[in-house]
Every structure is written in C-alpha cells, then in structure tokens.
C-alpha cells in the first residue's frame, strides 16, 4: 500500500507541474524559446571636466634659503602651496608655468634661474599634473638644462609641455577621465642676432630649435602657421580637446596688447578650446572668445600673474606682481559627438605673502576666499589688510 501511494502522489505531482508550467510550442509542436525584451543602450551622459591653471612658479635668490631645511640638509616647498592645495587638487587637470630649471649644480636665481629639484616634487604634491615649459627663462642653463628640466619633472610624475626631448613631438596628449586632451605650448623670441632667433637676447642653437616652440613677433604671421599645426597634428593624433599655453606680452602691463588679442583669435579659429597664458608678471583680462567660423566659446586667459616669487611692492614697487589667479574652466564634453556642450570660466584670485619667522622668510600662496579672514599664515604674518588690498 505505501509503493502504491506514493507512485500516485508523484503521478499527481507530475501532472501539477504540466498544468502550472506547460510547454511552449510553435503552431507545428515545436517548443519555443521564451520571448525577450530588446536591449536598450544605457543612455550616454556627458564627460564633466575642470581644468584649472596657474602662472609664473619662479625660485628668485631668497627664495632658496627661506626653503632649506637646516636639519635635513635639504629644500622643501610644500608650504608654498598648503592653503591652494585644495583647489589644484580637486580639479581633473592641472597646469602651471615652471619658470626655472633643474640644471643641477649651485642654485641661482634671477637672472638666471636654477632651482633645487626638491620644487618638482612639491608641484606634483600640491596636485599638478603638467609643468609647461615654453617661456624666457628654460635656457636658463643651456640645453643641458633645458633637458635635464624635463627629465627631473617627468621623475616626480609631471607631464611636460612647450619644450621636449629628441624624437618628441612638438604637442602634449593626456587622457583625462576617458578624454584626449592635447597640450599645445608656445613662448615668444627677442629680436634675432645676426639672423638667429634668441631668447632673453641669447641665441638659440639649431639643436635647440627643434627642442622648443617659439613664435616671433617679427614673423608673426608664418609663426602662426606652426601653432595651427601643431594644433591640427594634436587633433589627428586623437586629441578631443586642445588646450593653447602662451607665453607672450609685455612685463608689467596690466592689459593685453594688440599682439596677443591677435594671436589669441587666430588660435581660437585654429581649433583652441581654451587658451592659458604669463609672462607679464602681473594679471590682464580674461575673456570668453568665439569661433566665427563654428560659435564655439573658448575662454581666454591672458595673463594669470605670478603663483609664487619673490616679486612685490618692497622689491620693484609694484604691489600688483604679488597677485595671481588659478584659472578655472569647466565644460561638459560628449564623446559620442566630439562637441564641447557646456563651457564656463572662472578663476580664484591669489595673493603671495612673505613674512620672517625664526628668522627666515615663509612664502606663502594665500587663496583670496571666504578663508582669507582665518588663514593661518595671514594671521602669523598680520598682513589681512594687505591681501584685503589685492583682492
């Protein structure tokens, strides 16, 4: 009796299962495959990104003790830059133009410039990411110097752009949060010597020529011709974005010259998406310009001030050379379309304060915020009113 009622609960089990879950069948009794909704593509989102720059890095003669370390017998400038930090950081990409060498040997500064290498490492620290190199000071040292300037800054991890080793080309391409974003840098000549190109009145060696990108305002129009190039060769080398560094104007002008207005609008009609510029040593305009050819908006920097020098109202009697800026863009990219969708501007107004402690100078870089009331370093030195002032 127990073999009988057991076959017959599982016959009834069976047939349960056949009324609650039956075959699928074609017309023909054939089963089927059960039926699938179609997949959809996830809907693509734009790329946000943040940029953000900053101008002259310069190491002027007290400069240097004030960041030796008696106890370590070594040179740290990661106070420079402890109260920005949090704004280089917290962009997807930093630039900065390091306007001095590592050549190595005994450190110097103006005029000609050499800093301890120890600056690289702070830079990369502080949360840069690209030290651009084309400006009046890389032959500082030669072309050693020049060379060994870009080995040192690749070491603590920074990219470099402007000037370049053999066999490199005359463009920088990072990726960036899946974006190829091209680099293109150029730095200005002083009058030609006996037909040779000079920078700070020093003639440029033929094997430095190729080594560095330079216009001159002499042949500015055949010169323009190699930034479109080299902004059309970043392109086909699969950059998305094309960001211009310039090194150009005049020292201590507070606004932009015809020259670099020019420049400015023809790199834009080139393909620039952005355009960061120094020299003058003191902050000019910035400006949103537009591609006649296309309506895109690309910001304008032209001049971002010194980031940090020695520069100030004691030493040359112009309070306007210890201001700066990091210069901010934001922009939302679609990568499906290569089309910038949204692009803003800003920037963060900066003020270097130097003040004596245990008996050496302290440099300091101090964010004109909602901070500057309690920044540490304004309180030590008691300079509010100053920074207040530049502000």
């Given amino acids: 009796m127990k073999k009988y009622y057991i076959i017959l609960a599982a016959v009834i089990i069976a047939v349960g299962l056949f009324i609650i879950l039956p075959p699928l069948l074609h017309e023909e009794g054939q089963p089927t495959e ?8 996830p809907e693509e989102k734009p790329i946000s990104l943040s940029i953000c720059a900053a101008g002259d890095v310069m190491v002027h003669k007290p400069q240097i003790p004030a960041q030796y370390d008696e106890a370590t017998g070594t040179y740290n400038f990661d106070n420079n830059f402890e109260y920005v930090k949090k704004y280089i950081e917290e962009a997807d990409l930093a630039l900065c133009n390091l306007e001095t060498t590592f050549a190595g040997g005994r450190y110097t500064g103006y ?3 050499n800093a301890p290498e120890s600056l690289a490492a702070s830079l990369k620290k502080a949360g840069f990411d690209v030290a651009l190199t084309a400006n009046n000071h890389i032959l500082d040292k030669g072309l050693s110097g020049m060379k060994r300037t870009l080995e040192i800054a690749r070491e603590e991890g920074l990219e470099t752009a402007g000037t ?4 490199e ?11 190829k974003i091209g680099i293109v840098a150029y730095l200005y000549e002083t009058p030609s010597i006996n037909n040779s190109p000079t920078i700070n009145g020093n003639e440029i060696s033929v094997e430095a020529s190729g080594l560095l990108n330079t216009f001159n305002y002499a042949t500015l129009e055949e010169d323009m011709q190699g930034v479109k190039a080299s902004i059309q060769n970043a392109r086909a080398d699969g950059a998305d974005i094309v960001i211009c560094y310039f090194h150009w104007g005049e020292e201590y002008q507070r606004s932009p010259n015809e020259y670099q207005q020019h420049m400015a609008q023809e790199a834009v009609s080139y393909g620039a998406d952005m355009i960061f510029a120094s020299h003058p040593h003191v902050l000019q305009g910035m400006e949103m310009l537009t591609d006649e050819a296309t309506g895109k908006k690309v910001p304008v920097f032209y001049s971002m001030g010194n980031f940090i020098s020695n520069q100030r109202l004691e030493t040359l009697d112009n309070r306007y050379t210890e201001q700066g800026i990091i210069a901010e863009v934001r ?4 990568k499906s379309s290569g089309k910038i969708l949204s692009i803003q501007m800003n920037a963060v107004p900066t003020w270097v304060d130097k003040y004596k402690k245990g008996g050496k100078d302290v440099y300091t870089i101090v964010p004109l915020d909602e901070t500057m009331e309690t920044n540490p370093s304004l309180a030590e030195s008691g300079h509010l009113s100053r920074a207040k002032q530049a502000l």
């Fill in 34 to 41: 059960p039926s699938q909704s179609p997949v959809t593509e």
């Fill in 111 to 113: 005029p000609v410039f």
């Fill in 164 to 167: 370049y080793l053999e066999g």
């Fill in 169 to 179: 080309k005359d463009y920088t391409i990072l990726d960036v949060k899946g974006v």
């Fill in 331 to 334: 922009l939302e990219y679609m």
